[in-house]
């Protein structure tokens, strides 16, 4: 988590606690739509927005911690279209490179959703990412095959770290 210490300051290149799924519906009260944020253990990871009316839309990023309570997505590609059956497209309207970054504040804790009795572990992004600010704990086990784009552009194989130096 940490490779090098200032000090007092330590800084974090990918912060554990944010890897898995996190899902905004426990927030969403009336809302018509629902976002996603997933972040992979090798820095990738995406953002799913869909609606109601059957609008869906991921977008790919690439993710670090360049310190403490702040985080960083470098959005490199957009799928946009509509859901069909399951977690797929069943139509796509556009799709290509993304060249957005999101520099935000975050916090991980503990979050009361509206009309819920406990708090729930969440995300709370100090920046809209996905239409939304806050999201609950999901999944903490996910792979880019989970990406509901990755039939439509499959992901490039993750890097394989070096041989150990001798």
């Known amino acids: ?37 997933v972040f992979l253990a090798d820095g990738r990871g ?28 470098r959005h490199t590609w957009r799928v946009d ?13 556009s799709s290509g ?11 991980v804790g503990p979050e009361t959703p509206p009309y819920a009795t406990r708090p729930v572990d969440a995300l709370v992004l100090g920046e809209v990412v996905a239409f939304t600010t806050t999201y609950a704990r999901g999944e903490r086990t996910v792979s880019a095959a989970d990406d509901p784009s990755a039939a439509l552009v499959p992901y490039a194989p993750a890097p394989r770290p070096a041989p150990p130096r001798r």
Not at 2 to 31: C, E, N
Not at 81 to 93: N, T
Not at 97 to 107: L, N
């Open 1 to 37: 988590m940490s490779d090098r210490t200032d000090g007092a300051r330590t800084m974090l290149h990918l912060d554990r606690r944010l890897i898995g799924g996190w899902y905004s519906a426990p927030f969403d009260v009336g809302a018509m739509e629902t976002s996603d944020l």
């Open 46 to 73: 995406w953002s799913r927005f869909e609606s109601i009316s059957s609008e869906l839309s991921v977008s790919r990023f690439r993710w670090h911690c360049p310190d403490a309570g702040v985080l960083e997505l």
């Open 81 to 93: 279209g509509r859901w069909g059956s399951g977690d797929g497209f069943a139509a796509v309207d």
């Open 97 to 107: 490179p993304e060249d957005e970054v999101v520099h935000t504040g975050y916090r």
